[in-house]
Structures are given as structure tokens and as C-alpha cells.
């Protein structure tokens, strides 16, 4: 079922019995489309201290050997909450509105 | 292979099938007239006498949701309640059925307030009769004892996979002691077998989300579905009333014949008024009046196609029913087997009898009374009082 969520749906004679849903398919439905405020990162700023890894209540703060690697624009709902977090000294993360990236076509 | 004879009350009776069966999880709360199955059954607890974890709460929403919950994380669960209690856990039948999960539930039918009142008719489970439960109604304790187990087997059929309801009539069988055979405890863990759950919350290995919300887009799929499995149960509820025949000497279907074969009028009734009605069939027959009977074990799901095959044979037909449906024409019995005849090229004369409301008694000149009005009905061929109200005060 997993993977044709977004592409086919089943019939009831398909369908699992009873209101199940197969684990990890929020993975393959992207569920960011709807987001108004895009977080951007700084590389310079970020001190890797990943407070907006533990809050982001999405995991859609991207992690690489111990350090930021990234968001999961997929996923991401564009909540703020990394970029509120972000300690007052470091402000490595910004929200920016969407309409600026379809302007440019990103 | 032994059974024993023994007395019981409904409620003992219901309670001794529960102890038999050693569900994993109870959650209950106690409603006349069915207090004394939740009673005896806990005591069954504290005595040790069952493994099961007995949840003591505080509502019967409470109850089927903590039922529901037991069941989904995979354990073979089972609540017991009547009237008002089951009224209360009405949104929460839906979700079992929904949730496809396998709940027998033995119900003890009362009527439902207003005014309050604890004896019995069957309105609380026709309220619950568009859930997507099975209901089977019981004439006696026996039929209650065996139903349940029965249930088991029917609701945890991997073709079916829903919830059932079996249920007695409040005081006339739940208080009324009679001499049921019970079997073997043994006999019943071997009939039943361990409770092996295709899908389970608890299964680490293989997990899954269990009653998402659905939109536009797949809520009706789910319903669908839903429908095609109580349809479905028809068959199995009769492959497993055989077999428990087979085994144990006391066959089960999804209704009983009595007198009909060469019947001209017959009445259709559930639950503990079969047998007065067998009693003025008797007397009837006994002046040589072709007068049958046609009790109606398995409501839900409902067998159209079966009862029309019987009924479309018969000039007139006294829908007996133990609750009113408050929609302007008759009972729920009523429309239902008037729904079942319309297709068939023969259709006998129907009559509503609604009776017994809160317990109010039927006595055999009543139903020989009711017979005579059918046997009239049939020789003019037409109907003077469709819906009728019987012992009630004018």
C-alpha cells in the first residue's frame, strides 16, 4: 500500500481490513506542500548545536555525521519552531515567505 | 465428552460461558439486568478462576473504549451491559465494527428511558442495529450460554472480523433460573482455540496505524467494506451454529421453524416470547388452526433471502415486535421483513404487533388472539389494522 498512496487508490476489495494504515507511509506523502514559511539556513552561523534537531516536531531537520545537513522540504510545514529555538547568539535560521521562492521558481 | 446439567439464571448462564471462555481483557460496568454477569464474573476474577485483567470503569463508553483499545493491541476481549449502558456506548460501536475488531459483547435487553424503567424489550439493541454488530437473540439461557461461545468463534472468523451481540430478554431469562447443559471447561478451550489475531498493535515486528482518519477519499471504501463483511457473516454464523450441533447435540441457525409446514398464518418473534408463543401454536393446533411460528435467532445480519423463501408460502404474517421504531409505521422487525417480501413473486398480508414495552407481560391468549386476527385476515384477504399495540391501555 505504502508506496501508492500518492499515485493510485485502492478499491474496498483491495483495501486492508478494518482502518489500517502500513507504518512509515507519512514518508512517502509529503505532507509540506501546504507550508507558508520556508526555513533557510545559515552555514556560517550554525554552531551544529542541534536544539532545532530535538524540537522540530516534523524530523525534518536533516542530520550527517553529528552535524546539520539540511531540511526535508518534503516534510517540513514551515512551523518556525527551529528557528525559534535557535539560541539568540547564533540565529542561523530565518523564515522566509514561500512566495519569495515561487517568485524566483524554486 | 461430558456435559453437565446444572440450574442457572440467564445472567449465571452468560457469565459461566464468559468464565469458560478466559478472555484476556474484561472492561465492565455494572446496568441492571445484567449487573450480576459483570458481578459474578469478577468474583471469578478475585477467585483466580480466569486469567483475565478486569478493568473496573467508570462508564460504558468507558467500558467499550477500554474494550476496544484491549482488543486492538491484540488481546481477546469482552464487555457485558443492558439498556442505557449500551445506549451510552453507542458512538463507540461504530468504531469496534469499524475497527473490525472481533468483541462479543452478551447484552441483557431492557427498555430505554423515557420514563426510566428496567425490565425488558428489545429498543436498546435496535437502537444498535445499523452499527455493523452481529446480533443474535436468545430465547432462553441455553441459547444464551451456547450463542456466546458460538460468538467467539463467528466474530474472530478471518472472513468476518466484527463484533457481536448476543443478547437475552431482561428478567424473564436473565432472572429465571432454568436447567442449561454446560460443557467441559476443556471443551470449551479446545472449541474456541487460542485467539490469534492476523493484525495486532502489540506486534512490534510489523507495525501499523489503526483507525486514521479517513476523508473523501477513502471513508467510503472503508464503509463499504464494512457492509460486505456483515453480509458476508451470514454464512459463517450458519457453518458455525452446524458445527456446534455437530459437536455438541444443539444445533443453531439462523431462525427456527415451528409449526410451519403446512402453515396458513404464521407470527415471527425473537428472544423469550418464542416460548409463549410455542405454547398458544399448541393450543391452536390442538383445534386443528394451521398456525405456525417463525423465531428469529440472527438479526444482524439480517437473512432476507432465507426468511422470503419461507414467509412468501404463508397468507399472513404477525410481525412481532418488542420495540416501536418511533418513525410513524410499525417496529423495526416490521420493516425489515416487509423489505424481505417485496421481491418475492408471492407476498403474504403483514401485521405489526408491537408488545411487552418495559417488561409489560404477553400471555397466550394474546398471541392465540393475535392468530385469529391473522387467520381473519388471511380468509378476507386484506388488512383492517396494520400496526397493532398490544396490552395496552386504551
Same mark, same amino acid.
Given at each position: ?17 478494518? &482502518? ?37 516536531? &516534523? ?48 | 465428552?461430558?456435559? #453437565? +446439567? ?28 445484567? +449487573? %450480576? ?24 463508553? *468507558? ?19 443492558? *439498556?442505557?449502558?449500551?445506549? @451510552? ?89 432454568? +436447567? ?6 476443556? %471443551? ?84 423469550? +416470547? ?19 411460528? @417463525? ?11 432465507? @426468511? ?5 408460502? #404463508? ?13 410513524? @409505521? ?65
Amino acid at each position: 500500500m505504502t508506496n501508492k498512496i500518492t499515485q493510485e487508490k485502492l478499491g474496498w476489495k483491495s483495501l486492508p481490513i478494518g &482502518d489500517v494504515l502500513e507504518a512509515g507511509t507519512a514518508f512517502e506523502f509529503k505532507t509540506g506542500d501546504w507550508r507558508s514559511f520556508r526555513p533557510v539556513h545559515d552555514d556560517e552561523k550554525c554552531t551544529n548545536c542541534l536544539i532545532c534537531w530535538i524540537y522540530c516536531p &516534523d524530523s525534518s531537520i536533516l542530520v550527517k555525521d553529528g552535524k546539520f545537513a539540511g531540511f526535508d522540504l518534503d516534510h517540513c510545514k514551515g512551523c518556525g519552531i527551529c528557528a525559534s529555538v535557535c539560541p539568540p547568539k547564533v540565529k542561523a535560521i530565518k523564515m522566509v515567505d514561500e512566495r519569495e521562492f515561487m517568485k524566483e521558481g524554486k | 465428552m461430558g456435559q #453437565i +446439567t446444572i440450574a442457572k439464571t440467564g445472567n449465571e448462564a452468560m457469565a459461566e460461558a464468559m468464565r469458560q471462555i478466559n478472555p484476556d481483557v474484561v472492561a465492565a460496568y455494572p446496568i441492571t439486568p445484567s +449487573t %450480576e454477569v459483570v458481578q459474578i464474573f469478577s468474583q471469578f476474577v478475585s477467585d483466580g478462576l480466569v486469567d483475565t485483567e478486569f478493568v473496573a470503569v467508570e462508564s460504558e463508553h *468507558s467500558a467499550m473504549s477500554a474494550t476496544i483499545g484491549a482488543a486492538a493491541a491484540g488481546a481477546r476481549a469482552m464487555t457485558v451491559t443492558a *439498556s442505557q449502558g449500551l445506549a @451510552l456506548m453507542y458512538e463507540m460501536l461504530y468504531i469496534a465494527a469499524g475497527l473490525r475488531l472481533p468483541i462479543v459483547l452478551p447484552e441483557v435487553n431492557r427498555a430505554l428511558s423515557s420514563p426510566i424503567n428496567i425490565h425488558c424489550d428489545h429498543s436498546d439493541t435496535m437502537g444498535a442495529r445499523d452499527t455493523g454488530w452481529i446480533q443474535i437473540y436468545c430465547e432462553n439461557s441455553q441459547e444464551a450460554y451456547d450463542s456466546i461461545l458460538q460468538a467467539i468463534r463467528i466474530s474472530e472468523h478471518p472472513q468476518v472480523l466484527l463484533p457481536a451481540i448476543v443478547s437475552d430478554d431482561g428478567f424473564i431469562i436473565s432472572h429465571c433460573m432454568e +436447567t442449561i447443559q454446560i460443557l467441559d471447561d476443556e %471443551e470449551v478451550k479446545n472449541y474456541i482455540g487460542t485467539y490469534r489475531p492476523q493484525r495486532y498493535l502489540l506486534d512490534f515486528a510489523h507495525p501499523y496505524t489503526l483507525g486514521a482518519i479517513d476523508l473523501q477519499d477513502y471513508y467510503f471504501e472503508h464503509r463499504r467494506q464494512l457492509a460486505e463483511a456483515v453480509k458476508d457473516a451470514k454464512q459463517v454464523i450458519v457453518e458455525i451454529g452446524k458445527e456446534f450441533g455437530q459437536k455438541f447435540g444443539r444445533e443453531y441457525g439462523l431462525f427456527v421453524l415451528y409449526q410451519m409446514e403446512d402453515a396458513e398464518v404464521c407470527i415471527v418473534v425473537m428472544g423469550s +416470547t418464542a416460548g409463549t408463543a410455542r405454547a398458544a401454536v399448541n393450543q391452536l393446533r390442538a383445534k386443528g388452526k394451521k398456525v405456525g411460528m @417463525l423465531k428469529l435467532r440472527v438479526f444482524r445480519p439480517f437473512p432476507f433471502g432465507e @426468511l422470503a423463501e419461507v414467509l412468501s408460502k #404463508i397468507s399472513a404474517v404477525g410481525i412481532m415486535d418488542r420495540s416501536d421504531g418511533n418513525k410513524g @409505521l410499525g417496529g423495526p422487525l416490521f420493516d425489515e421483513i416487509r423489505s424481505a417480501l417485496y421481491d418475492s413473486e408471492k407476498r403474504p398480508l403483514t401485521v405489526n404487533y408491537i408488545y411487552g414495552l418495559g417488561g409489560r407481560d404477553i400471555t397466550v391468549e394474546q398471541i392465540e388472539d393475535i392468530f385469529q386476527n391473522l387467520l381473519n385476515y388471511a380468509q378476507r384477504g386484506r388488512v383492517d389494522s396494520l400496526v397493532n399495540y398490544v396490552g395496552v391501555r386504551e
